[in-house]
């Protein structure tokens, strides 16, 4: 059976959501983040140099990285669900949403976070490049989720998975204004309805109400 290493209020809801949608069993292990410097505490880091979670095991197997373990437990364990293949039409939007989330989305979000914490005025150029940065991003999703009900199309795949934590539990960290994206605001709200991740964040962080608007 599949151990989930969960850090509340982390990336790591992703993969509780993903067996959840699979309708995977799994053993979740909770780990709670350090009251002052919000970090993983020490039985994590003990886990694996980088002290980060999501992580897994699988037999012998410690994995990390959430991408990779989204499509390691898609193939491994799913039967190939929720990953479209290259005989789709909309294969192509899929690798691109799919990966969308951790090489713009979160990095774009992570970066302000980092600067705001730096006080800069509020036209330092370094704060508004970043801002700016963001708002470009999140233009390119709510043009998106105008074209369709889902990141990868009418279908809701992994892509999803991968994406929904930046848009919810990362405010926690880096607030933003959803007010400007009806789309994206009206995705959550589909999002939200499933019953599948009800189920995720109800096991994997029951203090917490999604952020879905």
């Not at 036209?123 to 801002?131: A, G, I």
């Not at 708002?135 to 994406?163: N, W």
């Not at 991740?197 to 608007?213: C, I, S």
């Amino acid at each position: 059976m599949l151990k989930i290493h969960h850090l509340g209020h982390s990336q790591s809801e992703r993969i509780v959501w993903l067996c959840e949608e699979l309708g995977l069993p799994y053993e979740l292990q909770h780990h709670t983040r350090d009251a002052i410097t919000r970090l993983s505490p020490p039985d994590l880091r003990a886990l694996h140099p980088l002290g980060a979670a999501p992580l897994i095991e699988d037999g012998d197997l410690l994995l990390a990285e959430s991408a990779a373990i989204v499509e390691y437990i898609i193939v491994k364990h799913g039967g190939g669900r929720l990953k479209l293949g290259p005989e789709h039409p909309d294969y192509a939007a899929f690798l691109y949403w799919f990966h969308f989330s951790n090489g713009n989305l979160m990095p774009a979000m992570g970066r302000l976070m980092m600067v705001s914490r730096a006080n800069l005025a509020a036209d330092h150029p370094v704060l508004v490049s970043v801002q700016g940065r963001l708002d470009k991003v999140m233009a390119l999703v709510e043009q998106r989720l105008g074209e369709a009900a889902y990141l990868a199309g009418e279908e809701f795949t992994a892509a999803d998975i991968m994406s929904v934590f930046s848009f919810t539990t990362m405010r926690l960290f880096q607030p933003m204004d959803l007010a400007p994206y009806p789309n994206v605001r009206a995705y959550l709200q589909r999002i939200g309805e499933r019953p599948a991740y009800r189920r995720a964040m109800a096991k994997g962080d029951p203090d917490l109400v999604p952020m879905l608007g």
